[in-house]
């Protein structure tokens, strides 16, 4: 049974930085593309960054490139998304996200991949 559970979520002053974790478990991390997403009040859920199944590429959406970075530790089954510079408008519940299908990714697109395992998400408060 494929679990994800993120943490590092929290209330943070606007320029300031939070690593969100989502450890994995359940099958081999390593085969599966890892990606985040965010949900504001109000608003749809929308992509934020994604990491292939092999590491060797990342995605970013234009709103935190050149802000957050994602990686992943295979050795320790856990995705990572540090964010810096954070601004109040990055305030909303974040998902940590695993894709179905073995050695497949998640693309830099507005929705979320079909049948792709989600965690329970944890909220980020940016104060200005």
């Known amino acids: 049974q494929v679990q994800l559970v993120e943490s590092g979520g929290g209330l943070v002053q606007a320029g300031g930085s939070l690593r969100l974790s989502c450890a994995a478990s359940?099958?081999?991390?390593?085969?599966?593309?890892m990606g985040w997403f965010r949900q504001a009040p109000g608003k749809e859920r929308e992509f934020v960054a994604s990491?292939?199944?092999?590491?060797?590429?990342?995605y970013y959406a234009d709103s935190v490139k050149g802000r957050f970075t994602i990686f992943r530790d295979s050795a320790a089954n856990t995705v990572y998304l540090q964010m810096n510079s954070l601004k109040p408008e990055d305030t909303a519940v974040y998902y940590c996200?695993?894709?179905?299908?073995?050695?497949?990714?998640?693309?830099?697109?507005?929705?979320?991949?079909?049948?792709?395992?989600w965690g329970q998400g944890t909220q980020v408060t940016v104060s200005s």
């Open positions: 996200l695993q894709t179905k299908n073995t050695y497949t990714n998640i693309l830099p697109r507005p929705g979320p991949p079909p049948g792709a395992y």
């Open positions: 359940g099958r081999t991390f390593s085969n599966y593309g």
């Open positions: 990491i292939t199944w092999g590491g060797g590429m990342t």
